[in-house]
């Protein structure tokens, strides 16, 4: 009997290990390469979720609209001069999901390549006909996060990057600019969100039954091209983005360098670079606020240095017991983050361009074979 119980126990405890193994490793994944990661467990969702999300869509509308709603009204009456203390971002986990849909990455753009290799796959694979049976609904929902993440850019992101072709000696100007290649491929990119925002907006309209109807099939259909344009769009956003931020990135850390060399040979006194250090505050946070891609980068590689330090796991004092290392002790640094993400996107959106084509050609052999 004893010996059953400790059996029993044991298993338990193995299982408990395996779960936490699980979620450890996930999680390790889904800081890693998060678009694979979501794209992974969306489209199972979508497929388990199928039937659920066409008998009860509009329920589901609502539910993902309330992220949207929770940021916008307070973003439009702050636009407005109201001022509203409260922000439901600082809200745990919700908190998360907004901060989700605003970076696209963990939602939105899984969502919208979903959607997209939909087009590309055989119609006849049972999985692709389940998520294929919601693509109008997937549509419709794919329209709250893109939503949000433009609200939230084109008010901090674009007046700044468009700065970089209108006013480019100001912009340049500002000490936070590393590099002008890379500065211009991230200033294109986010310029050019406001041309996806443009040609997103008709296509996400149409996607409701009531316009499509008024519009009449041939018009629908001719519109509805336009989506390999989006496609197209959004790969060169996602991918300048992080190009262009990845070489600002590698400017900086030559430039820190040879500051650092220039320091030591120096030997500035401390009083002067205590002052300096005083007076280039205010600087910094005028700089800060005007929020552009290349200071938000090295704001990231500098948190970025300071978890890696923090996340360090500490021995416990007095020779307790170690704890045991996970996958969540892996540091992985935002360099090779980055790399993974850009082989990522030329991955999801390279095999997209492979299995179009491949569908397009197959499709006019049959076609001219009648
Ligand atoms: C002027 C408008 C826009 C600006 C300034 C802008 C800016 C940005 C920025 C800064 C990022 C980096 C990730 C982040 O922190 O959010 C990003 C990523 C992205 N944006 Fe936009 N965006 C705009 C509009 C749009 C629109 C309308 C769409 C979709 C239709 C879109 C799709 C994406 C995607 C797919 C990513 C990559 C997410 C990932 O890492 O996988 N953006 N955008």
Redesign the pocket.
């Known amino acids: 009997m004893r010996v059953e119980k400790r059996f029993q126990l044991s298993i338990f405890n193995f299982q408990k290990l395996m779960i936490k193994v699980l979620i450890d490793l996930l999680g390790f994944l889904r800081t890693t390469a998060?678009?694979l990661v979501s794209l992974v467990i969306f489209t199972l969702l979508f497929i388990l979720l199928a039937k659920s999300i066409k008998k009860h869509a509009k329920i589901y509308y609502i539910a993902f609209s309330i992220p949207f709603l929770m940021h916008a009204v307070p973003t439009i009456l702050r636009w407005c001069g109201i001022e509203v203390e409260f922000s439901f971002t600082r809200i745990p986990i919700l908190g998360e999901i907004i901060r989700d849909y605003?970076?696209?990455?963990a939602f939105?753009?899984p969502l919208?390549i979903i959607i997209m290799y939909m087009g590309a796959l055989n119609i006849k694979n049972p999985y692709v006909k389940r998520l294929m049976s919601i693509r109008k609904e997937l549509s419709i929902i794919s329209g709250f996060p893109?939503f949000t993440?433009?609200l939230?850019?084109?008010a901090n992101?674009?007046p700044n990057?468009l700065k970089y072709f209108t006013d480019h000696t100001e912009y340049m100007a500002n000490p936070r600019v590393t590099s002008e290649l890379g500065a211009g491929i991230s200033s294109f990119?986010?310029?050019l969100?406001?041309a996806?925002?443009a040609?997103?907006i008709p296509l996400w309209i149409t996607s409701f039954d009531s316009i499509h109807k008024r519009m009449g099939s041939i018009k629908w259909k001719k519109l509805q091209r336009w989506s390999y344009g989006?496609y197209a769009m959004?790969f060169i956003?996602?991918m300048g983005?992080?190009v262009g931020g990845m070489i600002s990135r590698n400017a900086s850390s030559t430039n820190e360098n040879k500051k650092t060399e220039i320091v030591t040979v120096a030997e500035i006194p401390q009083g002067r670079t205590e002052q300096n250090e005083k007076s280039g505050k205010k600087q910094d946070k005028r700089v800060e606020e005007i929020s552009d891609?290349n200071s938000?980068q090295q704001k990231q590689n500098k948190s970025d240095e300071v978890s890696a330090l923090t996340s360090v796991r500490q021995q416990p004092a007095g020779g307790g017991k170690a704890r045991t290392k996970g996958f969540a002790d892996f540091q992985v640094s935002r360099e090779t983050r980055q790399i993974i993400?850009i082989v990522s996107?030329l991955l999801i959106y390279g095999s997209y361009l492979f299995l179009r084509v491949r569908k397009a050609v197959r499709k006019n052999k049959t076609r001219n074979n009648f």
Not at 102 to 105: D, E, K, Q, V
């Open positions: 998060p678009l605003i970076h696209m990455g939105g753009h919208l893109v993440h433009s939230v850019r084109v992101n674009f990057s990119s986010l310029v969100g406001i996806l925002l040609l997103f989006l959004l956003h996602a983005i992080q891609i938000v993400s996107l």
